[in-house]
Each structure stands twice: as structure tokens, then as C-alpha cells.
């Protein structure tokens, strides 16, 4: 059915439509009516005499059942469909046929998330204790640090779902529908079981259905199924009530689109109760997992609050046995309890985030949570629906066998950006010209046409891709067609494979032209055509022709035979004793950039697994095409097999399997989730109804923007605008440099902490003063920390970053060999500020001014100390122009904690005093040591040319 698309023009309503059978005041009134005066779900009432239809899950087998019996049980007609008094009142008992669209996040929720974790609720404490004991200002700064982070984080979320909703269709789905013994059309919102639906190339089916009548029918199901090619209608019932939808021949679903030929159904189940409803229900079910990088700092904010908490206690316990009044010890212990959380991570992990968000965006790619950016770095496995993402769902010539030759397509009609194909010059060989020509005259295809380019197809595509590869090769068919007026067609009935047309040949000549199932057309013909000749097809050709079919259908393709015959004056069309003429082969083609982005894909250590509605011969095809072999085969498992497979088993051969094929929307879930049992970081890709529910269940889930359907974008994680799947590759790296980066910035800070943890208690040890205040530390976290931290987010990628295989995500984000030495670079920070403190005093003594000399050396240390942590391996001055952002800030902050020793203002704050310049020489002397050190070592361990670490960062 196709879309009345609505928009506002000068406030009117403005309904583009192309019914050639109502006007536009009928449809108007239609869908007043329905807006206006129809029942809604649950509302109205009803006469009582009618027996409300059971749920879908009870309901009848309906392939199973004749079409009159469904018919009687249904309480409908063929002839008259349904009186419209009836229809509204089913429609008020079923209520409209359509599926909520899904509500986006709360607010509240959006906020929740960004508060909700250990971390924030240790700042929230100290917060509350810094109020109790009269530390006003600092209870302030400190909650304004947790107010500037859920802000940030709920601003930019809140953004993202917005930029989700606008892609919305806003289109109003129509359907002709026979009422009160008249077609008509009405929105599709209103069908009820019982009524009577007409299909027609090009529209999409409106509800689930059971086939009456159909003339050559065929439903392209990719969307539910994933299968690529239309499949055959008929409405004789199937046998078998637990058949797959996929062999359900006489059923249609919502979701589906008519390709070619006509047919009646009688609607059986509408909205929430139809196939597309299940997968609905069955992705509410679905709890989307956390992200790798979720898990990590969940964890790690655990093991702060714990190693928080202990300390505090320690230099508690120390500060009352030395006699140090109870007051200042809970301020002492509120100035640990600040040091010891990176009050920066969370505002540098969401601000770093956010950035790979945004320039995802501008490569055309929404990201819908902020932590999802990084979980594509995180990726081991990517499963791909075949049909419409690394493929293109659209049929074109593959090849061509005629005359006992082999021929490739001719040269592709040259196409511009809006799809229009022009017709070039060629020379066409005259074996091929004669199976083109039985290719466009047994056809019911017409290409749609604007100042002399094709602009648009109506009817089946694998018929429009026959015309297409006409034109290419320089054949007008128009000009054939003219010349060879069709007489009469005959369908593909009966279950039959093959359909015929008959044509004026000149004079009283007929001529009738076959094509179809390859061994079917064979099997009608005697005699062949060798080049320009008629000649009697012996028993050695026919094998050589089947050979010829085995080699273009195990590449994956869809082989059709032709064949013509000419009718004898005056008498009947004969489909016996033809003249086979050849065989053309079509395919769905591989994606531009798909190859080269699986091979990026399997070079950063990623592996890929296609998980598709197709036969096992079509998927191996598309496996080898994109290299997916290993000992030189591609390794394939049919849905059939996993019904005998336990959990377990599944898990096992998950990681084995390259090519899963003819699989159902339950298949693909519980092979993600079998992959994710098995410890992999799965990414699933899909466009369909039928990947819904794995695209929810996996780890990131990535859906077509352009061609995908309404359902896939809603729960993908990942939204690929303009359906690039090489977009993937940059969604990877960009992924694996935030993960780098954020690693970067977090060793910074929690060294940098550290630092001051061991300053204080070191300090306490000593049996000397405190050197600095619980403000100092809030200044040292919240500025001098968090830009720097900041600005490494920026940093870019790093040279191997998409030559080293995943990271294991079992493991922590920092490893125990990183918390070493980060605890051996705090050591070396804090005790360069132990000397200047302990220089300090023995100069001026305990006071303002030592714990200023502590102050200004830690800080300005800890700045250094961020030009090291650009890499683990490299220098930190290697191409440090590459972020000026990390100078800014290093040269800002630096500023301000110039200003913060001789503005008064500040001054007075943080109880700071004037430096003299051989303070200032001690100062810059602790600043850099610990930088040359860093240096001098990464200098010695730095692995050898071409070897770089396994993880990022």
C-alpha cells in the first residue's frame, strides 16, 4: 500500500496520492471519518452479538484452513467484505491497527542515570558532612561539581532522543479495502479482521492476512523473514500448523510489500495480535545489557568508595590518637574523601563521550547513549543481516549464459545521485540481444520515466532489474514492446514456476515468451539457439546448460531460463517445444564498501558473522564474496539445526559459525545471545522487523537509517544515516580512541589524586601539619585537574589503533600493572611536594607560607605530569601540537593557579600567600622532575618499532 504523505501548505491539508479509482473528496471524507467518528481501542460499544476474536496466540492456524472456512470463521465476504456498521464495531472492540510508537526516555530517568552511582553518592556525603560542620563553601562546590555533570550528561542525552523522534514517518498508511460491496480506500489505521484487503504491486501490506485470490502474487517479506527475493502466493492452505512464516504461501504480513502481480485477502489479525506485533512483544521482554565501559566505572567507583572510605578511617584514627581536635579531623577526613574521587571522571567521561557522539554525527551516525560511543571500541564480533545492509535489496543482472557462452552484465547505466539512469550507446552481440529481448517482452514491469531518464519502477524488482539491464546494454524495450503488442499473459498459477507471454509477431504470426524456474523451462523445450541458428537440443546440451545454472546459483544468485515459441495460425498458445534461448542470473550486490570495511573490520581483530533469512547456498555465496573463509571454507549452520541444539552447544558453535542461514527473529536473538555467553562484545546490524530483537539484546545495535524500518531505528543504539556500513569502521576507531582517551584522562586524575591522598597522610605520618586545605584540594580536582583531563579527551587516535585486535572485556578498564604505576607516579608527585613543603617550613616555619610552596609545587606537577600521560609508549612531546587544546589548558591553568597566589581575592579563599622567586625556582624545579623521569622511562621499556600495546591508550 502506498503512503498518502500529508504536509501543511498555506493551512490546508494537502494529500498527494496516486488512486486512480476515488477522488480526493472520498479520501478526504475517509479519513475524517475514521479521525472524527472512529472508536478508539477499548472505547465504544457493541451490539453483543459478535464473539470477540481470540488472541494471536490462540488463533486458528489460519495457512492451515480453506479460504472459505476462514472466510465463515471470520464472518466476512469475498464479494461485499464487511458492512461498514460492522467494521466499527470490531474496530471498537480490537482497536486501531497500529503499534504504539515507542515513548523515549523520562526526563526524570535521563537525570537518574546520570547521578545514580556510588561515586557521586560519596561526594553527596561529604557534601552533607562539610555542611554540618560549618564548611558552607565547601559543601557548595563540592554539589556544584555533581549539579555540572548531570547537566552536561542530561542535556546531551536529552538532545539525542529528540534527534531519535524526528525520524519518525510521518506519513498516513492507506489501504484499499472492500466495504459494503464497494473498493475503497481508507487509512490502514481502521482495518478490522473480516475485512476484505486488495493488493497491488508497490504497496505495502496493511495487516496480516489469509490469501482469497491471487494472479501471480508475490510478497517481497525481507523485512520479517530477511529473505531477499519475493516470494510466490498462492491461496490454496498449507499443511503443517507449525510452519515457519517464511513457507506460509498463503499468508501475507504487515510490514511486507506487494512486488508484483495482484491479489484479495481476508484480514485475520490486526496491530499488537499480527507477526509484527509479536516481535513488539517480544523485544519488551528484552533488557538491553550494560555497556562494557558502564561496567567498568561501575566497578571502579565501587573500589573508590571503598579505598575512600578505609583511608578516611586511618587518618581519622591517626589524627585522634595524636590529639588532633574532632572538628578539624572530620574536615581532614572530608579533604581525603574529595582527593580520593576524581570529582573530573564523570564531566570527562561524559564531555569525551559526547564529542565522539558528535563527530560520529557529522559522518552520519546518531548515537543514542552517550556510553554506547565507546562500546563500539569494545567490539569482538559483528553480526550483519545480509539483505539491505551489507547488501542493497534491490535486484540487478548478475550474468548472463546464452549461445553456450558466458556473459558478464554490460556496463552499468550511468546513474547520478538522485538515482535517475541515462541510456548509453552499445553494440549489442546478437545471441545476447535475443535473451534480452525475451527478458522485456515476458514482463509485467514498467520503469517510470522524466524528460528522458528512468526516475522509478513499478512492479516486481526482479522484472524492473531485467528492463534496467536492457537499457544498459543499449536496448529500448519500449521500442520492442511497440513492435511485439501483448496479446495475453500466463501467470505463475498452480505452483508452477515459470510465466508465458503472448505477442503480435506481424501479420496473423504470434509469438509466446517463457521464463522461470531453469529445469522447468529445460524441460518445455526441443530445441536451442546456437548462436543464429535453431538447432534440436541433444542430450549433451541440456547437462551443460544445468552445469551452467549450478555455477551462476552457487554465487549466490537467482537463475531464470528462457525460452520462445511462436503460436500456430489461428490456434492456441502452445508452452510445449520451445526454442531455449538461455539464462540470466540476478543477485542482490554487495554494498559499495562493504568488502573493504569487513576487511578493516577483521584486520582490528573483529569477527564477522552474517546472520540471514537466506538459503545456505545464497548466504555461503555472500561469504565468500566478502572472504569470510577459514580453511578454505565458509562454515554454515541452517535454523533447522538449532531447534536439536541445546543452549550450551549453541554457545560452542557460535564461535565456530561464519554464516547462519535461513533464520527467524527468534534465531537471531538467541544466537547474540549465545555469543555474548560466550564472553564476546556482539554489535548486531540490521534494518528489518526481523533483526528487532537482536539489534536490542546485543551490545550495540546498529540500524539503517535511509532503508531501515521504523522498528530497527527505535531500538538501535547506532543509526547509520546514510546506510554506509564502512561507517563501521569509523564508529570502531573513533570507539577505541575514546576508550584510549578516557584511560588517559583517568590515569592522569587518579594519580594525580592519589598524590594528594599520599601528600596528606604522609604528611600525618611524619607527625608534621596538614600541608594544604580541604579548598585547596576542591581548587587542585576542579580546575588544575579537570581541564587538563578534558583536553586529553582530545587527543587523537593513535597510529596502530585499528591494527590491534579488541580489548578483552572481562578486563578492568586499568589493570593491576597500571595501578602501579600510577601509584609509583603518585609516590614520585607527592613526594617532590613533600620536599618543597618540607624546604618550606624549614625556612618560614608552619604556615601559609610552606603550605603555599606544598600547593604550587603539587599542582604544577601534576600539570606536567598530563603532557606524559598522552601515551603509554611514545613521548608526551611527540606531536603535542596535534592537540592545542591540551596546551590551552595546560597554559590556562597554569594562569589561574598564578592568580590564585597573587589575586587577593583568591588569596583570601584558599589562604594563600606571595611567593618569592627562589620559591618560585623550587616550584618549577619539583614541576618537572617527575615529567623527566616519566620520559627517561617510557624512553627505556618503549616496546620496538612496530609493536604497540594491545590496548588502546
Known amino acids: 500500500m502506498r503512503q498518502v504523505k500529508a504536509s501543511l501548505l498555506t493551512g490546508n491539508l494537502l494529500v498527494l496520492f496516486d488512486f486512480r479509482s476515488v477522488t480526493l473528496r472520498d479520501l478526504m471524507a475517509s479519513i475524517a ?140 498508511p492507506m489501504a484499499f479495502v472492500r466495504r459494503d460491496g464497494k473498493d475503497t480506500v481508507v487509512p490502514a489505521a481502521s482495518l478490522v479482521p473480516g475485512d476484505v484487503v486488495v493488493l497491488k504491486p508497490g504497496y505495502d501490506v496493511p495487516a ?36 515457519p512464516i517464511a513457507d506460509r504461501t498463503n499468508m501475507v504480513y504487515a510490514g511486507t510489500v506487494v512486488s508484483e502481480g495482484s491479489g484479495l485477502v481476508v484480514i485475520t489479525e490486526t496491530g499488537r495480535k499480527t507477526e509484527l506485533g509479536r516481535v513488539r512483544a517480544l523485544i519488551a521482554e528484552v533488557v538491553a545489557p550494560p555497556t562494557p565501559l558502564e561496567r567498568q566505572l561501575d566497578t571502579l567507583g565501587r573500589q573508590l568508595v571503598t579505598v575512600s572510605l578505609a583511608l578516611c578511617g586511618v587518618a581519622f584514627g591517626l589524627g585522634l590518637l595524636r590529639g588532633v581536635p574532632l572538628l578539624e579531623m572530620f574536615r581532614t577526613a572530608i579533604s581525603l574523601a574529595v582527593a580520593a574521587v576524581p570529582e573530573g571522571l564523570p564531566a570527562v567521561a561524559t564531555t569525551t563521550l559526547a564529542l565522539g557522539m558528535r563527530r560520529m554525527f557529522e559522518r552520519q551516525m546518531i548515537v543514542r547513549r552517550l556510553a554506547a560511543v565507546e562500546s563500539l571500541g569494545a567490539i569482538t564480533v ?55 529481448a525475451v527478458t522485456v517482452l515476458c514482463n509485467e514491469a514498467e520503469l517510470e520515466w522524466l524528460d528522458g531518464q528512468v526516475v522509478g519502477s513499478i512492479g516486481s524488482p526482479t522484472e524492473s532489474a531485467l528492463l534496467l539491464a536492457a537499457l544498459e546494454a543499449g536496448m529500448d524495450y519500449r521500442v520492442l514492446r511497440r513492435q511485439f503488442p501483448l496479446v495475453g499473459i500466463r501467470s505463475r498459477d498452480g505452483g508452477e514456476n515459470w510465466m508465458a507471454t503472448i505477442h503480435h509477431a506481424g501479420g496473423d504470426r504470434r509469438v509466446v515468451m517463457v521464463k522461470g524456474a531453469p529445469e522447468e523451462v529445460l524441460r518445455r523445450s526441443t530445441r536451442w539457439l546456437a548462436g543464429l541458428t535453431i538447432e534440436p537440443l541433444t542430450a549433451d546440451i541440456g547437462p551443460e546448460i544445468l552445469s551452467a545454472n549450478a555455477r551462476m546459483a552457487d554465487r549466490g544468485m537467482r537463475v531464470l531460463g528462457l525460452a520462445f515459441g511462436e503460436v500456430e495460425s489461428g490456434g492456441e498458445a502452445a508452452y510445449e517445444g520451445l526454442v531455449w534461448v538461455g539464462l540470466v542470473a540476478l543477485i542482490d550486490p554487495i ?63 557460535a564461535h565456530e559459525v561464519d554464516v547462519f542461514a535461513r533464520v527467524s527473529p527468534t534465531h537471531k536473538y538467541q544466537i547474540v545471545q549465545a555469543l555474548q555467553a560466550g564472553g564476546e562484545v556482539v554489535a548486531m546490524t540490521g534494518d528489518g522487523v526481523n533483526d528487532a530483537p537482536a539489534l536490542k539484546a546485543a551490545d550495540i545495535g546498529v540500524a539503517m537509517g535511509a532503508r531501515g524500518t521504523e522498528l530497527a531505528r527505535d531500538l538501535a543504539d547506532v543509526v547509520l544515516l546514510d546506510d554506509n556500513f564502512g561507517s563501521i569502521v569509523d564508529a570502531v576507531e573513533q570507539g577505541r580512541t575514546i576508550y584510549a582517551n578516557i584511560r ?32 585547596q584540594f576542591l581548587w587542585i580536582n576542579l580546575l588544575t585537574d579537570v581541564f587538563p583531563a578534558l583536553a586529553l579527551s582530545f587527543e587523537p587516535a593513535e597510529p596502530q589503533v585499528m591494527r590491534q585486535p579488541p580489548r578483552n572485556p572481562a578486563d578492568p578498564i586499568l589493570s593491576r600493572q597500571d595501578l602501579a604505576w600510577m601509584a609509583g607516579d603518585a609516590g614520585l608527585i607527592s613526594a617532590v611536594a613533600l620536599g618543597a613543603y618540607g624546604g618550606a617550613m624549614a625556612r618560614y616555619g608552619v604556615g601559609a607560607a610552606a603550605s603555599t610552596v606544598a600547593f604550587a609545587t603539587l599542582t604544577s606537577a601534576q600539570l606536567c605530569y598530563a603532557i606524559t600521560c598522552r601515551s603509554e609508549h611514545r613521548s608526551g612531546f611527540s606531536g603535542l601540537g596535534r592537540n592545542p587544546l591540551l596546551v590551552a589548558a595546560l597554559g590556562g591553568t597554569l594562569a589561574l593557579q598564578g592568580a590564585a597566589i597573587g589575586a587577593p581575592p583568591l588569596r583570601r579563599l584558599l589562604g594563600t600567600t606571595p611567593l618569592r622567586p627562589a620559591d618560585w625556582g623550587i616550584v618549577a624545579a619539583g614541576a618537572v622532575a617527575p615529567l623527566l623521569i616519566k620520559e627517561v622511562s617510557k624512553a627505556i621499556m618503549a616496546p620496538p618499532p612496530g609493536r604497540g600495546a594491545s590496548r588502546g591508550g
Open 744 to 775: 588517559k584522562a583517568l590515569k592522569f586524575l587518579l594519580a594525580t589524586n592519589f598524590s594528594e591522598i599520599l601528600v596528606t597522610v604522609g604528611a600525618m605520618a611524619l607527625g608534621v601539619a596538614r600541608p594544604m586545605s580541604a579548598m
Open 591 to 653: 554494498r559499495a564498501g562493504v568488502s573493504e570495511a569487513i576487511a578493516a573490520c577483521r584486520r582490528a581483530g573483529i569477527r564477522i558473522v552474517i546472520i540471514t533469512g537466506d538459503q545456505s547456498r545464497t548466504a555461503v555465496a555472500v561469504g565468500r564474496e566478502l572472504d569470510l573463509v577459514r580453511d578454505g571454507q565458509v562454515r554454515v549452520l541452517e535454523a533447522s539445526q538449532l531447534v536439536q541444539i541445546s543452549p550450551d552447544a549453541l554457545r560452542g558453535l
Open 208 to 243: 496480516d492476512g489469509r490469501i482469497l485470490e491471487a494472479k501471480g502474487l508475490a510478497v517481497n517479506e525481507s523485512a520479517l523473514t530477511g529473505e531477499s527475493s519475493p516470494v510466490t502466493k498462492l491461496a490454496e492452505a498449507v499443511h503443517g500448523g507449525d510452519s
Open 382 to 436: 559483528i553480526c550483519i543481516d545480509k539483505t539491505g545492509t551489507i547488501t542493497e535489496n534491490r535486484m540487478t543482472v548478475g550474468g548472463w549464459h546464452a549461445g553456450g557462452r558466458d556473459w558478464i552484465p554490460p556496463t552499468q547505466v550511468q546513474s547520478s545521485e538522485s538515482g535517475r539512469a541515462s541510456i548509453p550507446d552499445a553494440e549489442l552481440d546478437p545471441t545476447l540481444e535475443r535473451a534480452l
Open 33 to 172: 471519518q475514521y479521525r472524527q467518528g472512529a472508536p478508539r481501542a477499548g472505547g465504544g460499544q457493541t451490539d453483543g452479538t459478535r464473539i470477540h476474536l481470540a488472541p494471536s496466540l490462540d488463533h486458528p492456524a489460519w495457512h492451515t484452513l480453506t479460504d472459505d472456512l476462514v472466510s465463515a470463521q471470520l464472518e466476512t465476504s469475498r464479494q461485499a467484505g464487511l458492512s461498514s456498521d460492522e467494521a466499527a464495531a470490531r474496530l471498537a472492540v480490537d482497536g486501531p491497527n497500529r503499534l504504539p510508537i515507542p515513548e523515549p526516555r523520562a526526563a526524570l530517568a535521563i537525570l537518574r542515570d546520570q547521578v545514580a552511582t556510588l561515586p557521586v553518592a560519596l561526594l553527596g556525603a561529604a557534601a552533607v558532612v562539610s555542611l554540618l560542620s560549618g564548611g558552607l563553601l565547601d559543601a557548595a562546590v563540592i554539589l556544584g561539581v555533581v549539579a555540572i555533570n548531570a547537566a552536561v550528561g542530561y542535556v546531551t542525552e536529552s538532545k539525542v532522543e529528540r534527534i531519535i523522534s524526528s525520524l519518525h514517518d510521518l506519513t498516513i
